[in-house]
């Protein structure tokens, strides 16, 4: 059984899952899940911009849409029990997941991090 959630993306965040999924088997779900797994695998490395910041909510005409994916069981419960923890919704961790996985990929440190593990370290 799949949960549900819904993200209010921005153009940004748009354009960033979009490129994801495209680059993977163009599924947003997917493109997301895998998003969620890499950000909860992080937990415990103490990078400064792990947790999700405590932001104001940005302003209701930026653009936002809203986009909903289905995350399996094992996933979701994950993000669910980490959202609880930051005390944020798991679609905010959701989406906070995928922007610190998006500046993984673009930064070069995904590409290290998938090097370093091929090499044993």
Do not use: C, H, I
Not at 9 to 22: I, K, S, Y
Not at 48 to 67: F, H, K, T, Y
Not at 72 to 79: H, Q
Request: net charge negative.
């Amino acid at each position: 059984m799949a949960e549900e959630l819904r993200l209010s993306l921005g153009p940004f965040g748009r354009a960033a899952l979009e490129r994801l999924a495209a680059e993977g088997n163009g599924s947003p779900s997917k493109a997301v899940r895998t998003a969620s797994l890499y950000y909860l695998r992080d937990r415990g490395s103490e990078r400064a911009a792990w947790r999700v910041p405590n932001l104001p909510p940005p302003p209701a005409d930026d653009g936002e849409q809203a986009l909903f994916v289905e995350l399996d069981d094992e996933t979701w419960s994950a993000l669910r029990r980490e959202a609880e923890e930051q005390g944020v919704t798991p679609d905010l961790l959701a989406l906070y997941a995928l922007l610190y996985f998006v500046a993984d990929v673009d930064s070069g440190r995904l590409g290290r991090r998938l090097g370093d593990a091929l090499d044993g370290e």
